[in-house]
């Protein structure tokens, strides 16, 4: 059964998908700067792009969440949003600005845009991914209010699920770590230590609920397996991520002042994060292979199947190749952590909100899937941009990899070590291109016309 306020989600996937393509550009434009240092400059210094690319990732993973809760949650609870109005006043609150921050980084100096915006008054910018003004910070925080408001009260007056339940924990659990956003001490010590309140407790924590939770939703409908079965399964990775995410906060810990004892916390239980990401990807493909219907999205299916891979791979190896201290040392802030966070975010959170958008779109415009011809392009667009971001990381790993044995280990001087790894930088550009037009394609789909794509039951 569908339900009408399902319809607010539509706005906030269209925004995602619009400010993940501005994402992807600022991307190019910073991989061209690391190999010819002067593109575009003054216009859009390095500095400035790099913001612009963060900031443009959080926010359209934002709205994909939001999208993807105004969608699943009534279906869940069975009754209709709680109130469709504020979802999307919400919507134009948080899209203006967002908009209105990325022109303020594009074409004010940020020295300018901290006095202009009340900086003074409460100190909370310039700090990595966490760049946004106060009265952004702000606005972030009622927006976060109204829309765990309006899904927490869906799901009291409707239906319980386990599905909903840790999507809503997930969702609270977002807004709660991002208070720690305010709090910047002048101790650097514990400024960074509790920056990875917001930024790894997100991202290795509730992130993680909530990407349990939108997997399951989808695996529920395109499979038909039990709900039973699937809960289960969903039961057990949020227990892995919280033993594991929570602790493993510890291997940011490593060399920034804290305790010894954190050397062995942050190093035994970040091993341990490939766990749930290892679990998702035998659950992905348990449900797929016990399926008692064949759905016409097929697209959809094989995003499912492909966001378990990915963020095993990205989340899970990637990240375990330099979580132990030992090695940590010599890899800490290399290119193999940027290998690590662009495989990471692309196969957890970019692609199960793409996965979402593939099953609830069709659905969203009248159909159950889309015809013939837009799955075939929604797939080409699926494989171009995956193999391309695994192309992206083998990149950086290999630059990361020269990093380390010429400046960590043979003491040679930074900008040098980057000359020479400059080949590895076009190649990661090139694929990064390849990204690009992957993403076109996939975009592409939503105007392809056709007979849909009937169900085999």
């Known amino acids: 059964m569908q339900y009408k306020s399902q319809k ?42 790099r913001m612009v690319h963060t900031n443009l990732l959080i926010v359209w993973l934002l709205f994909g969440f939001m999208g993807a809760a105004y969608y699943m949650v009534p279906e869940e609870s069975e009754t209709e949003l709680y109130s469709p109005k504020l979802a999307i006043v919400m919507f134009w609150i948080f899209l203006v600005a967002g908009a209105l921050t990325i022109l303020g980084y594009l074409f004010v100096p940020y020295a300018t845009l901290a006095q202009l915006t009340g900086n003074d008054i409460l100190a909370t910018m310039g700090r990595e991914f ?10 972030i925080v009622v927006v976060a209010l109204a829309f765990i408001f309006n899904i927490g009260m869906t799901v009291l ?14 969702l609270v659990g977002l807004a709660v770590f991002f208070l ?84 062995w916390l942050g190093s035994i239980f970040s091993a341990l994060e490939p766990l749930p990401f290892f679990a998702m990807t035998v659950f992905a493909f348990t449900m797929v292979n016990r399926r008692r219907r064949e759905h016409p999205n097929r697209a959809a299916t094989l995003w499912a199947l492909g966001t378990g891979v990915m963020a095993f791979m990205g989340a899970g190896v990637w990240g375990f190749l330099h979580t132990l201290a030992p ?57 171009l941009m995956t193999i391309a971001m695994v192309l992206i990381t083998l990149f950086l790993t290999a630059a990361g990899i020269l990093q380390v044995w010429l400046q960590r280990m043979g003491g040679q001087p930074f900008m040098v070590v980057q000359e020479q790894a400059s080949a590895f930088y076009w190649m990661r550009e090139y694929a990064g291109v390849m990204f690009l037009a992957g993403l076109l394609v996939y975009l592409s789909s939503f105007f392809a016309k056709g007979e849909t794509v009937a169900a085999a039951r």
């Open 157 to 170: 007056r409707g239906r319980k699920t386990a599905i909903s339940t840790v999507l809503l924990l997930g």
């Open 327 to 383: 090695v940590n040392y010599y890899t800490h802030g290399t290119q193999i952590t940027a290998s690590h966070g662009h495989l990471a975010f692309y196969g957890a959170y970019v692609m199960v909100v793409l996965t979402l958008i593939s099953y609830a779109m069709p659905i969203l415009r009248g159909r159950e899937a889309n015809s013939a011809k837009a799955q075939k392009l929604e797939m080409w667009g699926f494989w």
């Open 180 to 263: 720690f956003s305010f709090y910047n001490p002048h101790n650097l010590v514990q400024d960074k230590y509790y920056w990875w309140w917001v930024v790894h407790l997100w991202v290795e924590g509730v992130w993680e609920l909530i990407l349990g939770a939108l997997l399951a939703f989808v695996l529920v409908k395109v499979t038909g397996v039990d709900r039973e079965v699937i809960e289960k399964w969903l039961y057990v990775i949020i227990t892995l991520t919280l033993v594991t995410g929570i602790i493993g906060t510890g291997h940011h810990y490593f060399w920034i002042g804290t305790p010894e004892y954190w050397l």
């Open 130 to 139: 966490l760049e946004q003004p106060l009265i952004t910070k702000l606005g």
């Open 8 to 49: 607010v989600a539509k706005p906030y996937f269209v925004a995602a998908l619009a400010l993940f393509t501005g994402q992807i550009l600022f991307g190019l434009i910073m991989g061209l700067q690391y190999v010819i240092g002067d593109f575009l400059f003054p216009a859009i210094p390095f500095n400035v792009a």
